[in-house]
């Protein structure tokens, strides 16, 4: 469901990516390692579609990503991708919910559904009592959890988590790792996450590497 041929990028002189490969299978768990300074979260905000190559193409669901217009992107990325980032960047005046909501209505949805769903969501994932609650009164593993039903409020196909359980201790990262395996499970969904937790690759049904700038 993804295909991504020939994706090279630099900044300035600086070599980042130098001509990726990576094939990706619906609902396939992919584990992207490497160093720190390897490549890998250019290379998953490219696939996201938050910075495009400077040479090669990205298909998700045979659709050329980068050949759409900006207004076009935007709106196919806010569909069909689900973004988890290590830090959660959740707005701190809104609630959990509120927080969940956004992507939706950004995508025009009607408010009453939208916040029916992220309910939905937020019970699903075991923080449904927490809903009302704003981030400040969240711990760090109820945070990433609002993040993923954030992810997911506009059932994309493809999340793409960046070092999702960086900031958990080691209970709240073997439950967040889990979670994916649920979600692929009752959902389908395909997960591409970079990280550097080796009990997460571990997991994946597939980890890759990438080695200055290309993957081995």
């Not at 938050?50 to 076009?72: A, C, M, T």
């Not at 699903?124 to 981030?135: N, S, V, Y």
Request: net charge neutral; aromatic share 6%.
């Amino acid at each position: 469901m993804l295909r991504a041929t020939g994706i090279q990028k630099s900044y300035g002189q600086l070599k980042v990516l130098k001509g990726v490969e990576l094939s990706v299978e619906r609902g396939e768990i992919v584990a992207i390692v490497g160093a720190s300074g390897a490549g890998k979260s250019t290379l998953l905000h490219i696939l996201g579609t938050l910075d495009s190559p400077d040479s090669g193409k990205v298909y998700i669901d045979n659709k050329d990503v980068f050949s759409q217009s900006s207004k076009e992107l935007a709106a196919f990325r806010n569909k069909s991708i689900g973004f988890v980032f290590q830090f959660h960047n959740l707005l701190p005046e809104f609630t959990a919910v509120e927080n969940v909501i956004i992507p939706g209505l950004i995508g025009g949805k009607e408010e009453k559904a939208v916040k029916q769903r992220a309910a939905e969501l937020l019970e699903m994932l075991g923080i449904g009592l927490r809903k009302d609650h704003k981030p400040s009164e969240l711990s760090g593993g109820e945070h990433q959890r609002v993040a993923i039903s954030r992810a997911l409020i506009n059932a994309p196909d493809l999340i793409l988590a960046d070092e999702p359980s960086g900031n958990l201790d080691s209970k709240n990262a073997l439950e967040l790792h889990n979670l994916f395996f649920q979600l692929r499970k009752e959902l389908n969904q395909t997960f591409i996450i970079v990280t550097h937790n080796n009990d997460l690759s571990a997991m994946a049904d597939r980890r890759v590497e990438i080695r200055d700038g290309q993957m081995l």
